[in-house]
């Protein structure tokens, strides 16, 4: 405050209650902080999907695991959702899209496994799996949360063992040896496809226990016995 000739007599404040913002704030900045360190516990890009009005795709966050993931910063990922759809193998995103499409017009999970190459040039599998995230909000809309996870290991280690049962099968073919297994609990037998062509049974068909005893005669079935 000043007097007549312009000399600052006083001071003039206001005090005003801010508890409520406040609290609102520290509520926000310790959500975040949670929501962060369960990012960083999660082996996978955690993410929020939507579509805005005129039915364009915008990932509207991503975890800081996209980084190791697919060898991207969160904020290209975040600035446009192509960057981590030009990295997806061309049938596997056209498939996935089909799936992605399907769940989002009936409002359900999804999840789709997606083979990526990585601006490095490493190989790698990847799993999307999203669900519903809630009402529409800010002009978006079909928001889906969902995480990506890195199932590399898991697709090889699955290939190896179907190569090796691949060559364990022509190997018996060419040695016409087969094998069979009896689960005792219920008395079934299965077989190989080698021991079905050496017996004349379908592929894959199961049999009782009496009924494998029948395809052996004579001293051989009581062998067996």
Not at 68 to 80: A, H, R, T, Y
Not at 87 to 109: G, K, N, W
Not at 180 to 191: E, F, M
Not at 201 to 213: I, K, T, V, Y
Request: a negative charge.
């Amino acid at each position: 405050m000043r007097g007549e000739q312009g000399e600052v007599v006083g001071v003039l404040g206001i005090g005003r209650d801010i508890t409520a913002r406040f609290s609102a704030e520290t509520a926000l900045r310790r959500s975040a902080e949670k929501l962060s360190r369960l990012a960083a516990s999660v082996p996978g890009m955690l993410y929020e999907y939507a579509e805005d009005q005129t039915g364009e795709a915008r990932l509207l966050y991503v975890s800081d695991y996209c980084r190791l993931l697919f060898g991207l910063e969160p904020s290209v990922v975040l600035d446009s959702i192509d960057n981590v759809r030009a990295l997806i193998v061309p049938e596997d995103f056209a498939r996935m899209r089909t799936i992605q499409q399907a769940a989002v017009e009936e409002e359900r999970s999804m999840s789709v496994d997606v083979r990526i190459v990585t601006p490095d040039g490493q190989n790698k599998w990847v799993q999307f799996s999203s669900s519903p995230a809630g009402p529409d909000r800010d002009g978006m809309v079909h928001l889906r949360s969902g995480v990506a996870l890195d199932i590399t290991d898991r697709m090889r280690a699955e290939a190896a063992v179907r190569e090796k049962d691949e060559l364990l099968r022509e190997m018996s073919r060419l040695a016409h040896i087969g094998a069979w297994s009896l689960d005792l609990a219920s008395g079934i037998v299965t077989t190989t496809e080698e021991v079905a062509e050496i017996h004349d049974l379908a592929p894959g068909e199961q049999a009782s226990l009496s009924q494998g005893m029948a395809l052996f005669q004579g001293e051989h079935r009581d062998q067996l016995a």
